[in-house]
């Protein structure tokens, strides 16, 4: 089944786009370009990005290529554009600066880097330790009133920091990672639902460490045909259905693969518990025996 999320007013079905390969993989300007077309002839409807996602030498490289990959396509047909801020790299360092005056600067690069009028989904990359959550929440709340963006989200966060956000500004998202290598975030995905959030899981590709579960998954690629990408995927929204999936992809082949939906059998899913590391296997196995809840 293919969940359809609403987040900041667009219809958000299947994965998205993580466009963090465009500055650290070691592709083309073009290849990136040609990823994201191949992206939305998938079907694929979300594009993440983020003002940290660069080069040493171009200021906001990822979000340069999407711009350039979206000047022909028409306004109705372009994706929700989601992006990030308060980190930022500089020379080889990627430091982290809540304060609201920044939140707004890297928010005016973006953007005017993507040419936009207002971004669909904006998120503070990480929390800042030296400035109070409140703080950095309310100036992204001072941006939506203010038309720049439209809905408010948090990556990198736990519970504990969602709920103190909540109190600022009304947040719409959450990102942070989740795959079958790791997921100890499923609880922070299952708060998402309960309280009518969005959850889109990053690192989701992040391939098992132990080889007893990397062979279940090469296992179950093998009875289905598939790519291991394609069944790391297929875990996950067995896991939280109504997740958004993000897949970092750097090649046209890799985003239209990950695009195509695979169903996990039961089968499928008792190998991959039995075989998959203590927390994996348990989670795992709780999803069998009790389906999660939707995401709202």
């Not at 786009?17 to 500055?23: E, H, K, N, R, V």
């Not at 953007?111 to 992204?140: C, K």
Request: glycine fraction near 10%; proline fraction near 6%.
């Amino acid at each position: 089944m293919i969940w359809i999320m609403l987040i900041a007013g667009r219809r958000v079905a299947g994965i998205g786009l993580g466009t963090a390969p465009f500055a650290f993989g070691g592709g083309t300007f073009a290849d990136s370009v040609a990823t994201v077309h191949a992206a939305l002839d998938a079907g694929v409807r979300l594009v993440d990005t983020a003002l940290a996602y660069t080069r040493a030498d171009a200021e906001s490289y990822a979000e340069q290529v999407i711009a350039t990959a979206l000047r022909d396509v028409a306004s109705g047909d372009r994706p929700l554009i989601a992006t990030e801020g308060g980190h930022r790299r500089q020379g080889d360092c990627f430091p982290v600066d809540g304060r609201p005056a920044v939140l707004r600067a890297h928010c005016e690069i973006s953007l005017r880097t993507l040419g936009l009028e207002t971004i669909g989904l904006y998120y503070l990359h990480h929390v800042d330790p030296a400035v109070p959550l409140s703080d950095s929440v309310g100036a992204l709340g001072q941006l939506r009133d203010e038309g720049k963006i439209t809905a408010i989200g948090l990556s990198n966060v736990t519970i504990a920091q969602l709920d103190r956000a909540l109190t600022a500004a009304p947040v719409s998202a959450v990102q942070n990672r989740l795959s079958y290598a790791d997921p100890r975030d499923r609880p922070m995905a299952l708060a998402c639902a309960e309280r009518g959030l969005a959850y889109l899981a990053r690192s989701t590709l992040a391939r098992p460490s132990q080889a007893p579960a990397l062979r279940a998954a090469l296992a179950v690629a093998g009875r289905h045909g598939a790519s291991v990408q394609r069944v790391l995927l297929a875990w996950l929204l067995a896991q939280v259905p109504g997740a958004v999936p993000l897949v970092g992809a750097g090649r046209p082949a890799s985003i239209r693969d990950s695009a195509v939906p695979l169903g996990l059998t039961a089968r499928d899913l008792a190998d991959l518990s039995d075989a998959g590391r203590p927390a994996g296997g348990l989670l795992l196995r709780s999803l069998i025996e009790k389906p999660s809840r939707a995401g709202g």
